[in-house]
C-alpha cells in the first residue's frame, strides 16, 4: 500500500480543529481530550485516538444531539482513526452517518459536506473500490471549489486525493500532472507546510517511479523522508512508509542489498506501532518477500508471503486488490520451487482478483498475465503463453509507454519463447528492442543488465547501434545518478566480464534454447511500483 504517508493524518487534524465552537461550548474536560486527540494522531497513536474520538462523540450527543454538525464532526474523526488501524469497514460507516448527518443540517453542497466525503472516499480508496472513491474525492472537490474556501490547501489536498488514486489506478502520467497541479496551488497561495507537501512529493516519486525514471524518484524519495523524519521523528508510520517507498525504488535500480536494511527498519516500526496483525505490517512482510524471491531465498520469501496473506485476508477480506499481490508473489515462488500446479492456482486467484477490481488495462494485470505466461512457457504451453504474453504487452505499452522497462520485460519472455519454437529471426527483432530500451532507462549495474545476452551488450559496448556511444560517454541512462551507483558499477564490471564467455554463443536453435530455458530463473515477482502502498503502496 503505497502513498500513505500523512496525507490521512492531516485529515484527522483538519476535523480535530473544527472543533474550536465545540470545545468552546463544552466543559473544559472536553477540550482536553480534543487535545489528546490530535496529539495521539499526530503521534501516530491511532488505538488511543479512537478512544478519545469516542469520548468526543458522546460529550457532542449530550450536548448537541446527534443531527447536529459538531456530532457529524465527531464521527468522522472515529473514520479517520479506524481507517488508520485498518478496520476499513467500519471507517466507511462512521463516515457515511457523518455525511448524513450534515448533508441533513446543512445541504448537500455546504463546505462542510467535504470533508466527511473525503473521510468516506478513504475509507473506500482502502478497500479498493476504487471507481466509486473516485466520484466521491470529485465531489469533494466540486464542493470545496464552488464554495471558493479562504484555504487552497483543503482544495490542493483533495486534488492530491486524486492523483493518489491515478497512480494506483495505472495512470501515472496523469498522477504526476495532477501532483504538479497541487504543488502550484501551494506555491501560488504561499502555503504548504512540509506536512502539507510530503504526501504530495510521496506520490510525485511514485508516479515517476512508475514510468520507470527511477534516479527522479529515487532523490524525491531520500527528500520524503527528511522530511517526515523530521516532522515526526524516526519512529513514527510515516517514517515507515517513507522507508518503503525508498527500497522499492532502490530495488528496480537493481540495488537490493541496499534495500533489506530500510525494509527491516520499516517493518519494525509498523510491528511496533501497529502490531503483527496489522495489514500495514502484512504490507512490509509483502516487500520483504519479494527481496528475498529476488534474491533466491524462496523458502524465507514463502513464509513472508503466507503471513502476508493470512493478515489480508483477515483484514482487506479475500478480493483486495492488495490480497491479490500477494498470491501473485506466491505463485512466483512456486515457480522457482517447480510447485507449478500450486503456482497456477496462485495465479488464477490473483488474475481474478484484478480483472474484477481493476481496470482493464492496469498494469497489475499484465503482471498476472506475465506471469501465468512464463508458467505456460516453463511447461511447453508454447500457444497459450504467446497469447497471454501478447496481452501483457498491449496492456504495458497502452499504460507505461513503449519504452518502460516492463515492456522490456514481456518482450524478453516473448523472445524466450520464440526460440523455443525455433522462430530465431523474431527473437532477435525482439532482443534489439529490448536491449535499446534497457540501454535507456537501466544503469550498468543494475542485474538485469549485468545478465543480458549477447544482443544487449553489443548494445551497451557500442557495436552497431548508437545508444552504445552515448553509453560509453556516460550520457545515457538516468540523469542525475550517484555516485554510489558508479561505485558499485566498478565492482560489478568483473562479474559482466566472466559471464560474457558463457553467453559468447545466442541459442538461436530450439534444443539450446530450452537449455537456456532450464536454467532461466523464473520472472514475476510483484513489481515495486506501488509501492503503498505502504504500500504507500499498496496506496494507505
Not at 488514486?165 to 495505472?170: H, I, M, N, Q
Not at 533489506?260 to 512490509?284: C, K, M, N, Y
Not at 477490481?357 to 492496469?362: K, P, R
Not at 536454467?519 to 510483484?526: E, H, L, N, T, V
Amino acid at each position: 500500500m503505497t502513498g500513505a504517508i500523512a496525507r490521512n493524518g492531516l485529515l484527522g487534524l483538519a476535523l480535530a480543529a473544527s472543533w474550536a465552537t465545540l470545545a468552546a461550548a463544552q466543559q473544559d474536560d472536553v477540550g482536553a481530550g480534543q487535545k489528546r486527540y490530535r496529539e495521539l494522531y499526530a503521534a501516530g497513536d491511532y488505538t488511543a485516538a479512537l478512544t478519545e474520538a469516542q469520548k468526543l462523540d458522546a460529550a457532542a450527543a449530550a450536548r448537541f444531539g446527534t443531527e447536529d454538525g459538531h456530532y457529524a464532526e465527531a464521527l468522522a474523526a472515529q473514520s479517520n482513526a479506524l481507517r488508520k488501524l485498518a478496520r476499513y469497514g467500519e471507517a466507511e460507516d462512521f463516515a457515511r452517518k457523518a455525511v448524513a448527518i450534515v448533508e441533513a443540517a446543512r445541504g448537500a453542497t455546504h463546505p462542510a459536506v467535504a470533508a466527511p466525503l473525503t473521510s468516506l472516499a478513504l475509507a473506500l480508496e482502502l478497500q479498493g473500490r476504487y471507481a466509486e472513491a473516485d466520484a466521491i474525492y470529485r465531489r469533494a472537490l466540486a464542493i470545496r471549489q464552488l464554495a471558493g474556501e479562504a484555504s487552497p490547501a483543503a482544495r490542493a489536498r483533495t486534488l492530491n486525493h486524486l492523483a493518489v488514486l491515478a497512480r494506483k489506478e495505472g495512470r501515472p502520467r496523469e498522477a504526476e500532472e495532477l501532483g504538479r497541479r497541487v504543488l502550484a496551488m501551494y506555491d501560488k497561495a504561499k502555503e504548504g507546510s512540509d506536512a502539507d507537501l510530503a504526501p504530495v512529493l510521496e506520490n510525485l516519486a511514485l508516479a515517476r517511479q512508475a514510468q520507470a525514471r527511477y534516479a527522479e524518484a529515487e532523490a524525491d524519495h531520500w527528500r520524503v523522508l527528511a522530511m517526515v523524519e523530521r516532522l515526526n521523528g524516526p519512529n513514527h508510520p510515516d517514517v515507515a512508509a517513507a522507508l518503503m517507498n525508498l527500497a522499492g525504488v532502490l530495488r528496480l535500480q537493481g540495488k537490493d542489498g541496499d534495500s533489506e536494511a530500510p525494509l527491516q527498519r520499516a517493518l519494525a516500526i509498523r510491528e511496533r506501532v501497529f502490531g503483527s496483525d496489522h495489514p500495514f505490517t502484512a504490507d512490509s512482510l509483502g516487500d520483504l518477500a519479494g527481496l528475498y524471491y529476488a534474491q533466491a531465498r524462496y523458502t524465507d520469501a514463502q513464509r513472508l508471503y503466507e503471513r502476508a496473506l493470512a493478515i489480508r485476508e483477515r483484514g482487506l477480506g479475500a478480493g483486495h486488490p492488495e490480497v491479490a499481490a500477494v498470491l501473485n508473489g506466491l505463485g512466483s515462488v512456486c515457480v522457482a520451487q517447480g510447485r507449478n500446479e500450486e503456482a497456477a492456482g496462485y495465479f488464477n486467484r490473483a488474475l481474478a482478483i484484478r480483472q474484477r477490481v481493476l481496470a482493464a488495462n492496469d498494469p497489475a494485470v499484465a503482471e498476472t498475465l506475465g506471469s501465468m505466461a512464463n508458467l505456460d512457457r516453463l511447461q511447453a504451453r508454447y500457444g497459450e503463453a504467446e497469447k497471454l504474453y501478447r496481452r501483457a504487452l498491449a496492456i504495458r505499452e497502452q499504460a507505461l509507454g513503449a519504452d518502460h522497462p516492463l515492456v522490456a520485460e514481456t518482450l524478453a519472455g516473448l523472445a524466450v519463447l520464440y526460440r523455443l519454437e525455433g522462430r530465431s529471426e523474431e527473437a532477435e527483432g525482439l532482443d534489439q528492442r529490448v536491449a535499446t530500451i534497457r540501454a535507456h532507462v537501466l544503469s550498468l549495474g543494475h542485474p538485469v543488465v549485468a545478465q543480458a545476452p549477447d544482443k544487449e551488450k553489443e548494445v551497451r559496448k557500442g557495436g552497431k547501434a548508437k545508444e552504445a556511444r552515448k553509453d560509453d560517454k556516460g550520457k545515457a541512462g538516468p540523469k542525475g545518478a550517484k555516485r554510489e551507483v558508479a561505485l558499485k558499477d566498478e565492482k560489478g564490471k568483473g562479474a559482466r566480464k566472466g559471464d560474457k564467455g558463457k553467453q559468447a554463443q545466442k541459442p538461436d536453435k530450439g534444443k539450446q534454447a530450452g537449455k537456456a530455458e532450464a536454467k532461466q530463473r523464473p520472472a514475476g515477482a510483484p513489481q515495486r511500483q506501488h509501492g503503498d502502498r505502504n504500500k504507500p503502496r499498496k496506496r494507505a
